[in-house]
Nanobody, 119 residues
Framework: QVQLVDSGGGLVQAGGSLRLSCAAS????????MGWYRQAPGKQRDLVAT???????NYAASVKGRFTISRDDAIDTTYLQMNSLGPEDTAVYYC?????????????WGQGTQVTVSS
């Protein structure tokens, strides 16, 4: 089992920045994939950024150049640095992890943290 606790959301003005954190605990050695998703009111949950075990990253086109995913392995924490925020970024942001145990995969989710960007 893996537990994810995400935090760092809040209310910011357009053009501002926030850094979200995702602290992992439990069977962290099983994690092969980390990412951040977001869900705006009335919309589907969309992938924002991903990081694989080798450090490779990918971003949704809407956030590329503004958001950065990173990790600190010493404290089992993944970050999402969000810059140049706009109202379109308002959503609940969720940390995600995929675990692999002998090729059996399990998905884990954080509880979500609200990001609100005012214009």
């Amino acid at each position: 089992q893996v537990q994810l606790v995400d935090s760092g959301g809040g209310l910011v003005q357009a053009g501002g920045s926030l850094r979200l954190s995702c602290a992992a605990s439990g069977s962290v050695r099983s994690i092969i994939f980390m990412g951040w998703y977001r869900q705006a009111p009335g919309k589907q949950r969309d992938l924002v950024a991903t990081m694989t075990g080798d450090g490779s990253t990918n971003y949704a086109a809407s956030v590329k150049g503004r958001f950065t995913i990173s990790r600190d392995d010493a404290i089992d924490t993944t970050y999402l640095q969000m810059n140049s925020l706009g109202p379109e970024d308002t959503a609940v942001y969720y940390c995600f992890a995929k675990g692999d145990y002998k090729l059996q995969y399990t998905n884990y989710w954080g509880q979500g943290t609200q990001v609100t960007v005012s214009s």
